[in-house]
Nanobody, 121 residues
């Protein structure tokens, strides 16, 4: 059984910072890409940032220069450091990871439970 557990969300004023963490646990053989998605009320879930197992990163245009994704492979953890937060960043943030679990042939996507980020103006 593989689980992703997120932490670090909360309420912050515009211009502030937050760091999200997501730790994968369970019978993990390998982890490929890890990423963060977000879903605002009434909107579709969107990819915010992704990082490959080799450390290559990609960001949605709206967060470039403000958010940084990183990972600690030894801890099976991915982070999202968010600076200069704006009210439009308010959403539930979800962690995603492509993981090959023990006793399986193929990797599959796993999701965290979501953490609320609220940015007040």
């Amino acid at each position: 059984q593989v689980q992703l557990v997120e932490s670090g969300g909360g309420l912050v004023q515009a211009g502030g910072s937050l760091r999200l963490s997501c730790a994968a646990s369970g019978s993990i053989v390998s982890i490929n890409a890890m990423g963060w998605y977000r879903q605002a009320p009434g909107k579709q879930r969107e990819l915010v940032a992704v990082i490959t197992s080799g450390g290559r990163t990609k960001y949605v245009d709206s967060v470039k220069g403000r958010f940084t994704i990183s990972r600690d492979n030894a801890k099976n953890t991915v982070y999202l450091q968010m600076f200069s937060l704006k009210p439009e960043d308010t959403a539930v943030y979800y962690c995603n990871a492509n993981i090959r679990a023990a006793l399986t042939i193929y990797a599959q996507d796993y999701w965290g439970q979501g953490t609320q980020v609220t940015v007040s103006s």
